[in-house]
């Protein structure tokens, strides 16, 4: 509780002293409402929005900092040596806490992460395992629901469940199956397949 209470009020600090960033990022005349429009401008918030970035920094650094223990569905103690050796390098270069550091990123400022079950070896290929979690840009996915149509964290509709993703990969459109990815979300009030993120859930910047 000491911890989340002194975390709060650091974020505190940091929102009243870069505060005069708002007013390029935010209408000017009440306030209630951004001119962010998608993704990428939410994402775009960590470097162009002060406290944002410095809040965003400060939770997920925290988060990445934290150790991990692989545990049964009991909760006790296990060994896997597949799923170890996955986790202490989750993405190739990228060790478990910033892989962690930077999925927080994405969870915060855009409400989704999307994670890439790959096969990039021959002897994964071969046993059929999963050897990398590629984190993949939320600015670069999109959401469709068994009717094909987009689903944006603001899209009140109920879907039956996620159709196809629509990734953005070196310039080119790709469609992947449900199967091949793994999302992370935050909770949405208008359906159930696109997350809402933190700069989104709150427009309003005091």
């Known amino acids: 509780m000491n ?3 002194g975390l709060l009020k650091r974020i505190k ?3 009243k002293s870069f505060a005069t960033d708002q007013n390029r990022f935010f209408s000017k005349n009440t306030g209630d409402s951004s001119n962010f429009n998608n993704s990428k401008d939410y994402l775009n918030a960590y470097q162009l929005v002060s406290y944002v970035g410095n809040a ?3 939770v997920s650094g925290d988060i990445g900092s934290l150790d991990w223990e692989l545990v049964d569905s009991q909760g006790q103690a296990a060994t ?3 799923v170890e050796t996955l986790l202490n390098e989750p993405m190739k270069g990228m060790t478990w806490n910033q892989w962690i550091a930077r999925s927080t990123q994405h969870l915060l400022l855009d409400g989704n992460i999307f994670w890439l079950l790959d096969q990039t070896n ?3 290929q071969v046993r059929n395992n999963v050897n990398e979690l590629k ?3 939320p600015a670069l996915v999109d959401v469709h629901d068994t009717q094909s149509e987009e689903i944006r964290s603001a ?3 109920i879907s039956l469940g996620v159709g196809f993703y629509r990734v953005e990969i070196n310039e080119k459109f790709i469609q992947v199956q449900p199967e091949d990815i793994c999302q992370t979300q935050l909770p949405s009030p208008h359906n159930q397949l696109r997350g809402m993120g933190k700069v989104q859930q709150n427009r ?3």
């Open 135 to 137: 984190i993949l840009n």
């Open 13 to 15: 600090w940091l929102k």
């Open 155 to 157: 899209t009140s509709k």
């Open 3 to 5: 911890i989340i209470g």
């Open 80 to 82: 896997d040596l597949t």
């Open 56 to 58: 965003v920094s400060l």
């Open 204 to 206: 309003r910047v005091r």
């Open 122 to 124: 021959a002897l994964a």
